[in-house]
Nanobody, 125 residues
Framework: QVQLVESGGGLVQAGDSLRLSCAAS????????MAWFRQALGKGREFVAH????????YYADSVKGRFTISRDNAKNTVLLQMNSLTPEDTAVYYC??????????????????WGQGTQVTVSS
């Protein structure tokens, strides 16, 4: 079992930056591959970014590529999501995920077993 707790959400203006953090606890050795998803009101859960166990590989949704950066600190069991140049379209609840077995599903919510409770990000225009 892995427990995930997100933090860092809030209300910002368009063009601002925000950094989300996800702290993992429980069965965190070896460090699991992790991801960020988001869910806007009335929409399905959408892939944002994925990072490999070592942090050497990362993947992004086209909508955030070049603006968001995922990173990790395995010594602290923490994954970060740096979000720059935010737009109102980025408004959503952001979720941290872990526990993937089939890496072909890295961008699918169904590929992950463990989820955090989510943190709200609201971007005003």
């Amino acid at each position: 079992q892995v427990q995930l707790v997100e933090s860092g959400g809030g209300l910002v203006q368009a063009g601002d930056s925000l950094r989300l953090s996800c702290a993992a606890s429980g069965r965190t050795f070896p460090s699991p591959a992790m991801a960020w998803f988001r869910q806007a009101l009335g929409k399905g859960r959408e892939f944002v970014a994925h990072i490999s166990r070592s942090g050497g590989n990362s993947y992004y949704a086209d909508s955030v590529k070049g603006r968001f950066t995922i990173s990790r600190d395995n010594a602290k069991n923490t994954v970060l999501l740096q979000m720059n140049s935010l737009t109102p379209e980025d408004t959503a609840v952001y979720y941290c995920a872990a526990g993937i077995d089939d890496y072909t599903l890295y961008d699918s919510p169904g590929g992950y077993k463990y989820w955090g409770q989510g943190t709200q990000v609201t971007v005003s225009s």
